[in-house]
């Protein structure tokens, strides 16, 4: 139930697999790939850059029954694009800003059990909706 640290790091070609039982996925264990879809519906621990550099996947849901998130776990998913659009007087290349890739929509259900989010998202600022909801413990 758990994917190791650095167990798929760097796998650059990787694009699918199933990891919707996974439970822990330890630092750097997805790091790199181009997977296009996360499922974090069973996970408890994210790992350091577990999942950084994807730019490949657009949405994140992180379950309630997550209780550590390590730094970076979803740093730089997001990739700058820009398009030609023509050459100036100089004979410069002219470019034009295109919407990033990568991910723009994070819904994070939190609890009591997780009480400190450290720098996980990196710099992304690519992320344009953002949903929280809070499940106090009872």
């Excluded at 919707?20 to 996360?38: M, P, Q, R, V, Y």
């Excluded at 992304?124 to 929280?132: N, V």
Aim: aromatic share 6%; net charge negative; with cysteine.
């Amino acid at each position: 139930k758990d994917i190791a640290a650095d167990a798929f790091s760097g796998c650059a070609k990787l694009a699918k697999i199933n990891i919707e039982n996974i439970e822990k996925f330890g630092d750097n264990a997805l790091k790199g790939t181009i997977i296009t879809s996360i499922d974090l519906s069973k996970a408890k621990e994210i790992g350091a850059g577990a999942f950084q550099g994807i730019k490949t996947v657009s949405t994140v849901t992180i379950p309630a029954t997550v209780t550590k998130i390590g730094d970076n776990a979803f740093a730089d998913m997001y990739q700058e694009a820009t398009t030609n659009a023509g050459v100036d007087a100089d004979g410069d290349p002219i470019t034009i800003p295109v919407p990033a890739t990568g991910l723009t929509e994070l819904t994070f259900n939190a609890n009591d059990a997780i009480t400190t989010i450290p720098n996980a998202f990196g710099k992304d600022a690519s992320i344009q909706h953002l949903s929280t909801t809070y499940n106090a413990a009872r």
